[in-house]
């Protein structure tokens, strides 16, 4: 995930000042990590020296930073660019579940192993239900819908491939 | 606290097949219980057990003090026309009568009149978004609308305790997210308990909690399934 692409698009609709960047980018992506001032500033630097973007400074007379910024053509063409280009499905299986729940097959003993997966399974579950509490909450927004269902579809990949390994590796006489 | 819904023991057969192996299982006034586990594991017949539609072999089945088993079959039928609302897969409508005669059935059972059960079921409808199509027949609804029209006569006659066999089962995920988003609402609105059968984890996760069923019996480890332990 790039954090440039993201303020690229959020400059698409219109200029905007650092703060206001990095609360559209917490409302937009509200289940992912806030973004720190340090790290807007760090990236419009790097996309105003790559022309993407420019700032447009206001006279100042005392008060906070009014920079704004203002997507570029070559900012636009970048941003279209990113958005066309399509995301290789990832090449190689990773993951700490699945990590280790390889090794806890091959190196750990049977009780530590299903220990491991009762808690591994109730912490997902734990963590599915508190986001499907706040799906269905009252206030749940479009962006908020949208980051949790993400979320749950992946805790949910997590469960189902947790069960159907049990079952491969249990097998039919060892049920 | 006592239970509202009290499983002790079951056990029931189908023919040599045991389906249930005793199974306890406690269901508090309110809560949302989900009833899990792999296709066959005795779930839904824990529920048709539950919601007095079956007999259990053995073990005593108690809502509110009264023991299921002993009711006779006339007090078993009031008791799931009046405090038990019953939800499956498929809504299993009655093609021939509109979505608000449907929704207005269990009222008409109860002895209920025609006009005062027609417009607590418009209420149900309209709360269910399918008000506007109260005078449809099933055949001319979509599937969720179908589920709604079955949701608002589940709980039309104010169930304390609402069964509910995958209930969006057959719908795609999206609408059954709707649906099923729309029964916990109103469930957790009139403080009725759903006991919820379902093998999905994420439908599970609409539930207070969950008890998993694995060949007949309660498995506490959730899994659903034996390891090796």
Known sequence: MSTAHVLLGLLAAGPRHGYDLKRAHDEQLPRAKPLAFGQVYATLGRLERDGFVVASSPERDGGPDRTSYVITEAGRAHLAAWLSSVEPPAAHVTGEIFSKVVVALLAADDTTAHDYLIAQRAAHMRRMRELTAAKTGPNATTAELIAVDYAIGHLDADLQWLQTTLRRVAGPDKE | ?229
């Not at chain 2, 089962?169 to 059968?197: F, K, M, Y």
């Open chain 2, 1 to 229: 606290m006592e239970p509202l819904l009290n499983g002790t023991g079951i056990t029931r057969s189908f023919g040599p097949t045991p389906a249930l192996r005793g199974v306890d299982i406690d269901v508090a006034e309110g809560e949302i219980v989900a009833v899990t586990g792999p296709s066959g594991c005795g779930k839904s017949t824990l529920l048709h057990c539950l919601a007095g539609i079956l007999r259990a072999d053995s073990g005593t089945v108690t809502y509110r003090d009264q023991n299921l088993g002993l009711l006779s079959e006339a007090a078993r039928s009031r008791l799931r026309r009046t405090e038990f609302g019953v939800l499956f897969q498929f809504g299993q409508l009655v093609p021939e009568l509109t979505a608000v005669e449907n929704a207005a059935l269990p009222l008409l059972l109860a002895g209920s009149g025609r006009r005062e059960a027609r417009t607590v079921a418009l209420g149900w409808l309209d709360r269910l978004g399918v008000a506007d199509l109260a005078d449809q027949r099933p055949g001319a609804m979509s599937g969720g609308q179908q589920q709604r029209c079955a949701t608002a006569r589940a709980l039309v006659t104010g169930p304390r305790v609402l069964f509910a066999d995958e209930p969006t089962g057959s719908l795609d995920a999206l609408t059954g997210e709707q649906v099923l988003g729309e029964i916990v609402q109103v469930a957790r609105a009139q403080n009725t308990a759903v006991v919820l059968v379902t093998h999905e984890a994420k439908v599970a996760a609409y539930a207070d909690r969950e008890v998993t069923l694995r060949d007949g019996v309660v498995d506490a480890t959730g899994l659903g399934l034996g390891m090796r332990a």
